[in-house]
C-alpha cells in the first residue's frame, strides 16, 4: 500500500514574529516540513542573506525537537530575480515528494483554520484530485482590518499540488502541468492571510524588493505611516487602489497568544 504524504514548504526571511506559529501550524497539517530559509534578493547586496532577527534560533529549536519532520535547507540565490529563486526552491522541494505526495505551500503569516486542515487531511488522503484552491481574507495593519485590493480577487487564494511526472514551477512560482482534477473553496473561510501585518522596517523590505510595480518604494515612504484606519475608504495603491474593511470574525485559535492579537494598529505598537 502507497502512503501519501504531505509535504509542507515554508520559505521564511527574518519572520520573528510569527515563526514559532508558522512552525506548530505545519506542524498539524504536515508529515513532513522543509523549511527554506535566508534572502531570496541575490541583486540587494545590503540584505543579509540569512535571517538575523532570531527566526533561525527558533528555527533550531523545533528541528532539535522534531528532526525526523522537519529539514531546513539554505534558499537558492543563483537568479538575479526573486521570483525565479522562488520557483527554483518550488522544485528543489517539489523534488523530495514522491509522485502522488502533496506539496503544500505555507507562507509564515497564513494559517487554516482547525477545521479547514481536518478537511485537507481527508481530502489528500483520499488522493483523488490534483490541486485544491482554497480562499480566504488579507489583513493590514492589524488582526481587525481586512484588505481590499482593487488589482486582486477579493479573496486570498492559497494551492496545493499532487505530484505527477510533469508537474514545476516557473518563475513567480506558477505551477504548469499539474493534473486536471481539482477543488476550488470559494467560501473564504478556509484561512487567513496577515498580509500587511508587519513592522515598518519589514514592510520596506518587502517593498524595496519585491517589484511588483513601480515606485513601489516611493509610494511607500509618502503614504505608509499616512494610513487611517478608516472603514471603506479609498488609498492610492501603486496606480490602482485598496480600502479596508472592519474585521469582527474568527482567527485560527492557534494565534490567540499572538501579541498582536489584541492591538489596533502594530505601526503604533511601541
Known amino acids: 500500500m502507497i502512503t501519501i504524504q504531505r509535504i509542507g514548504f515554508l520559505q521564511v526571511y ?6 514559532n506559529y508558522a512552525i506548530e501550524h505545519a506542524l498539524k497539517l504536515c508529515d513532513k516540513l522543509i523549511i527554506i530559509e535566508g534572502s531570496q534578493f541575490s541583486s540587494f547586496k545590503n540584505i543579509p542573506e540569512r535571517s538575523n532577527d532570531g527566526t533561525l534560533e527558533i528555527i533550531h529549536k523545533w528541528f532539535d525537537e522534531y528532526p525526523k519532520e522537519i529539514e531546513l535547507i539554505n534558499t537558492i540565490r543563483k537568479n538575479p530575480n526573486y521570483r525565479e529563486n522562488q520557483a ?4 528543489l522541494v517539489l523534488k523530495k515528494c514522491e509522485k502522488g505526495d502533496y506539496l503544500i505551500p505555507l507562507d509564515a503569516d497564513e494559517f487554516y483554520f482547525n477545521k ?4 485537507i487531511i481527508e481530502i489528500t488522503e483520499e488522493g483523488k484530485i490534483d490541486y485544491l484552491i482554497s480562499t480566504g481574507p488579507n489583513f493590514a495593519f492589524s488582526f481587525n482590518w481586512r484588505l481590499i485590493l482593487s488589482s486582486a480577487d477579493l479573496k486570498y487564494k492559497q494551492t496545493l499540488f499532487k505530484k505527477n511526472n510533469k508537474l514545476k514551477f516557473v518563475k513567480t512560482h506558477k505551477p504548469v502541468k499539474h493534473g486536471p482534477n481539482k477543488v476550488v473553496d470559494e467560501s473564504g473561510d478556509c484561512l487567513v492571510h496577515y498580509k500587511w501585518v508587519r513592522p515598518y ?3 520596506f523590505i518587502r517593498h524595496l ?5 513601480d515606485n513601489m518604494v516611493d509610494w511607500f515612504d509618502k503614504n505608509w505611516n499616512k494610513i487611517d484606519l478608516k472603514e471603506n475608504k479609498k488609498y492610492n495603491y501603486y496606480g490602482g487602489y485598496f480600502y479596508l474593511e472592519k474585521y469582527d470574525g474568527p482567527h485560527p485559535k492557534i494565534l490567540d497568544s499572538h501579541p498582536w492579537r489584541l492591538i489596533e494598529d502594530i505601526r503604533k505598537k511601541d
Open 116 to 119: 479547514y486542515i481536518k478537511k
Open 201 to 203: 522596517e519589514r514592510m
Open 88 to 91: 527554483s526552491n518550488f522544485n
Open 209 to 213: 524588493t519585491s517589484g511588483f510595480y
Open 14 to 19: 527574518n519572520e520573528i514574529d510569527w515563526i
